[in-house]
């Protein structure tokens, strides 16, 4: 069974950090553009940040409120993808879900829409 699962949200104190990560099972993230996404209540959800597949050069995004903040990378070997969030603000408190989708020479994106693999989320609340 293909899936992705998120880990290492939890509650943390304005300025510090958490890293989270986004494991995929049954199947291999090589050649799968993977996003992370967040949906704050009362909000849609957005695009936070996205990494191309290797053979695209592993090229990453960010919106433009965590940028300089949150890095995204990739463990091939664990065949996850983790979100590295620093000087996190109360504003960055939301449901983080991972996303995946087979796109082997294009750029990752943040149209939620076309994803072909959703994680199930972990909350992130950052505390004042």
């Known amino acids: 069974q293909r899936q992705l699962v998120e880990s290492g949200g939890g509650l943390v104190k304005s300025g510090g950090s958490l890293r989270l990560s986004c494991t995929a099972s049954?199947?291999?993230?090589?050649?799968?553009?993977v996003g992370w996404f967040r949906q704050a209540p009362g909000k849609e959800r957005e695009g936070v940040s996205c990494?191309?597949?290797?053979?695209?050069?592993?090229?990453?995004s960010y919106a433009d409120s965590v940028a300089g903040r949150f890095t995204i990378s990739r463990d091939n070997y664990e065949n996850t993808v983790d979100l590295l969030m620093n000087s996190v603000k109360p504003e960055d408190t939301a449901v983080y879900f991972c996303?995946?989708?087979?796109?082997?020479?294009?750029?990752?994106?943040?149209?939620?829409?076309?994803?072909?693999?959703w994680g199930k989320g972990t909350q992130v609340t950052v505390s004042s």
């Open positions: 049954g199947f291999t993230l090589l050649h799968y553009a």
């Open positions: 996303a995946a989708v087979l796109n082997t020479f294009g750029p990752c994106s943040f149209d939620s829409h076309g994803q072909d693999y």
């Open positions: 990494i191309s597949s290797i053979p695209h050069g592993g090229r990453t």
